[in-house]
Structure formats: structure tokens, C-alpha cells
């Protein structure tokens, strides 16, 4: 059984910057999308980046040039490397196995003052 282990997450002031961690266990990784979301209090959980297994990204619009989404196949980790943090991306940031099925982790806070 898959299960993904976050970490990371906690209370930085704005301009901050923080590495979210996901250690993948249980399954494959090298060939298996991974990804980052965020659920803002009171709102859905939306794509942050994503990764696929060559290492090709995608981002959300509001986080670009701002965040890094990498990966360590070896380690089975997915990382995101959140700099010049922003009050609005305080939230929940969820680390996503897209395999066959999909597995989500359990979840990381991250709260950026201002």
C-alpha cells in the first residue's frame, strides 16, 4: 500500500521560505507523476506543481518563479522549495501519488504572516 509522509510545513513570516518533503513508501515512484496542493481555509484543494518522472514541471500561475517542485527517485522524495512566501499561501499543502490510483498524503501546514 502506497503511503506518502510530508513534512516541512510551519509559521514563517512573509518574504520567508520553507521545503516541503514527501517520502513515498509501499510502491514504485520513478515512474509516477507527483504533486503538490494547497487548501486554503474555507476553499478547495488546488494544484500547486507538478512533476512528472523526467522531471518535466507545471505550475500554478501565482507561484511562478517563486516555487520548485524536484524529485529524488532514488530516495523516493518529492520536494517543494517555496521562497518569497506570500501570505496567500498560507494553507494545507498536500503531497499526491498520480498513479493508477491516486494516493494523497496527510498533509502539512504552512501559515506565512505579514
Known amino acids: 500500500q502506497v503511503q506518502l509522509a510530508e513534512s516541512g510545513g510551519g509559521l514563517v513570516q512573509a518574504g520567508g521560505s520553507l521545503r516541503l518533503s514527501c517520502v513515498v513508501s509501499?510502491?514504485?515512484?520513478?515512474?509516477?507523476?507527483m504533486a503538490w496542493y494547497r487548501q486554503a481555509p474555507g476553499k478547495q484543494r488546488d494544484l500547486v506543481a507538478r512533476?512528472?518522472?523526467?522531471?518535466?514541471?507545471i505550475y500554478t500561475d501565482t507561484v511562478k518563479g517563486r516555487f520548485t517542485i524536484s524529485r529524488d527517485n532514488a530516495k523516493k522524495i518529492v520536494y517543494l522549495q517555496m521562497n518569497n512566501l506570500k501570505p496567500e499561501d498560507t494553507g494545507v499543502y498536500y503531497c499526491?501519488?498520480?498513479?493508477?490510483?491516486?494516493?494523497w498524503g496527510q498533509g502539512t501546514q504552512v501559515t506565512v504572516s505579514s
Open positions: 512533476i512528472t518522472p523526467s522531471g518535466h514541471t
Open positions: 509501499g510502491s514504485i515512484f520513478s515512474t509516477i507523476d
Open positions: 499526491l501519488y498520480s498513479g493508477g490510483r491516486t494516493y
